[in-house]
């Protein structure tokens, strides 16, 4: 990280004050994943929104372990060599579903380039699992880009899950600065061989901005996500967490993201969720049920 990167945290303007009580249904979903060894991005990205979710008793479940083979300066996530994965995981996702008796799951992961098919058969896996135990409950599942592997993908295609997300997170200048061993066109490429395994399948994908970004980058970004077959987008303010990670260079005002919305609708997308504490799996379900999937 480059000396101008490790910055003073700014102050966040008055729109990003949320309240967040911790109540039972907080800790027994903490409790529950804590007993089954399971990891949530809610906890380990430091989502904003994570003790609405949990309080809700919602969760964005975070498999194949809870660190990364990737460097994104954006990230909390803890990166290094992780360890062997465990294939009963899926399983214990399953029964924390159950327990829960959750209606909507997004199942997620770290990303593991040190395996060949970058964790595919264990997001399979855990989709089989899941429907095995709980046959109403609809999974989407936010996947790597499994290092640009056709075969990899197809594993979990052909599973069907009900929505097929994979984040870009930032505009095409920016990758090389905040998603290091990442590949814009890559990622965008992944929505359109998904479409070809499955044209009916429903895609997602998400950006975050106040990174640096102009105007017309978002727009282009979210005009190459259309053109590849996406659906649906969700567009969120980026907050470091850290003063070691990228520095926020901009807060977007709500104003803003209403803008942002509206520019993405007339893009083309079926579903636009836009707004300053907006993150990829919050409030997925009824983004889902609102796409007619």
């Known amino acids: 990280m480059s000396k101008s990167a490790k910055h003073k945290m700014e102050r966040k303007p008055e729109w990003f004050k949320i309240n967040t009580p911790l109540g039972t249904n907080y800790r027994k979903v ?7 060894s399971l990891h949530t991005v809610c906890q380990e990205a430091n989502c904003p929104n994570r003790a609405e979710c949990f ?7 975070l498999i194949l372990g ?3 083979t990737r460097g994104c300066t954006f990230c909390n996530v803890k990166r290094g ?10 399983q214990r996702v399953a029964r924390a579903v159950a327990e829960l008796k959750l209606e909507y799951v997004v199942v997620t992961s770290v990303t593991r380039d040190d395996l060949p098919d970058g964790g595919a058969q264990i997001f399979a896996d855990t989709i089989q699992s899941i429907r095995k135990q709980n046959p109403e409950c609809k999974v989407e599942v936010l996947i790597p880009d499994f290092k640009g592997s056709r075969e990899a993908l197809q594993i979990v295609v052909n599973t069907f ?10 505009i095409e200048r920016l990758y090389g600065t905040v998603r290091k061993g990442a590949d814009y066109s890559r990622s965008v490429q992944l929505f359109q061989n998904a479409k070809e395994m499955n044209p009916k399948i429903l895609t997602k994908s998400g950006i975050m901005v106040g990174l640096g970004e102009k105007w017309e ?9 259309n053109q590849a077959g996406v659906q649906l987008v969700t567009i969120g303010q980026y907050l470091a967490p850290s003063h070691q990670h990228h520095p926020v260079v901009k807060f977007y005002t709500p ?7 509206k520019m993405a609708v007339e893009i083309g997308f079926d579903g636009v969720v836009s707004g ?4 990829s799996s919050y409030k997925a379900s009824q983004m889902y049920r609102k796409s007619d999937g």
């Open 255 to 261: 104003d803003e993201f209403k803008d942002l919305e």
């Open 66 to 68: 809870d660190i990364c």
């Open 161 to 170: 899950p009900d929505v097929l997300n994979h984040n870009i997170e930032t």
């Open 217 to 225: 980058e978002i727009k282009k970004a979210l005009t190459d996500l």
């Open 55 to 61: 309080g809700e008793k919602t969760a964005t479940f």
């Open 30 to 36: 903490k409790n529950l994943m804590s007993s089954l």
């Open 276 to 279: 300053p504490l907006i993150r």
């Open 81 to 90: 060599k992780p360890a062997s994965y465990d294939r009963e995981e899926p």
